[in-house]
């Protein structure tokens, strides 16, 4: 049966707007990564970032200089100032160690040592005398650096004061950096230094950044003579 053209036409529409409800075609996903996380910092590098030079000079006791101090020493407890600052160890590392020196240098070993961490030149340990019973052989056996001791120099002359005596003396990395006195090594841990050269860490040198930070401050370097003493630094050179 044919239909009128208004019902055609009225068929037609609904026709088209149920195929507009239809489902259209999906839009394409795409996806990307989350950005990765950056990478953590090596322990050297945090502890390079991290690390800033410190010192703090105080007052130091009898008690506290132990068997490095006695009655009859050229100077006293009140002439002299233990030194706690910041050092760069053989494991690349920042440390704090004490030292132990005479009141008027205080401020000159403090410039010296904020010079070696600044250069990072390694010491293995920076602890008094007295913590090794106020043995000067234990503490370079032990690579020790260290300064006050109320003991006597070694030399085949008259017995007489050691700079030391006076904290005015430092031996820095004793190992590294032996005495030649005659024919023995001080400490004998440091036989495989006696040779200079090649360089290693830790060795005191001509020219060399330790040498270097006890010259601008006026100290020198004991290695004049017949007797050698690489790891020795003082205000009078003896």
Known sequence: MLRSKPYRLLVLAVTLALAGCGARPAEPVTWSPPPAPSASPSPSASA?????????TSPVTAAEL????HAGCPVGPADLRQVRLSYWGFDDQPHTGTIVVHRTVAADVT????????????????????AYGGSDDKSMAADNTS?????????????????????KAIDIN????????????LPPQGR???????YRPGMAVKGGVLVKAFAAVGWKWNVGGANP???????TGR
């Open 229 to 235: 003493d690489y790891q020795h630094f003082s205000t």
């Open 111 to 130: 410039k010296v040592f904020r010079t070696l961490f600044a250069k990072r030149f390694p010491i293995r340990g920076l602890e008094p005398v007295s």
């Open 66 to 69: 132990g068997a490095s101090w």
């Open 147 to 167: 300064a006050f001791n109320c003991r006597n120099a070694v030399s085949s002359g008259k017995p007489s004061w050691s700079v030391h005596a006076y904290g």
């Open 48 to 56: 390079e970032a991290a690390a800033v030079f410190a010192a703090r």
């Open 192 to 198: 495989p230094f006696v040779d200079r050269s090649p």
């Open 174 to 185: 004793p190992v590294e950096n032996p005495y030649l006195f005659n024919d023995e090594v």
